[in-house]
């Protein structure tokens, strides 16, 4: 049960990273997707369907980078100038 609840939180987070909104000229700037978000996602997809189980630190390692990486394309949402 831990194996499976891990992989599939890694995949969550990641999955939140690559759809979260971001500033307008970033390559990951969320929803709509570009050509590298659809990449970013199959990436996160295979990562939780074909490689093996992480261990548990790096796992913690992971979802920590992750939640760096929302947190940056958060704040680079919310201070990016509006468009127009």
């Given at each position: 049960?831990?194996v499976l609840?891990?992989?599939?939180?890694?995949?969550?987070?990641?999955?939140?990273?690559?759809?979260?909104?971001?500033?307008?000229?970033?390559?990951?700037?969320?929803?709509?997707?570009?050509a590298a978000?659809?990449?970013?996602?199959?990436?996160?997809?295979?990562?939780?369907?074909?490689?093996?189980?992480?261990?548990?630190?790096?796992?913690?390692?992971?979802?920590?980078?992750l939640a760096?990486?929302?947190?940056?394309?958060?704040?680079?949402?919310?201070?990016?100038?509006?468009?127009?």
């Amino acid at each position: 049960m831990t194996v499976l609840s891990t992989r599939w939180v890694l995949a969550a987070v990641g999955t939140i990273a690559a759809l979260a909104p971001g500033s307008t000229g970033q390559a990951l700037a969320g929803v709509p997707l570009s050509a590298a978000g659809v990449l970013g996602l199959a990436v996160v997809v295979y990562a939780a369907v074909a490689l093996p189980k992480p261990g548990w630190r790096s796992a913690r390692w992971l979802v920590l980078g992750l939640a760096i990486v929302i947190g940056l394309k958060l704040a680079a949402a919310v201070t990016a100038p509006p468009l127009g």
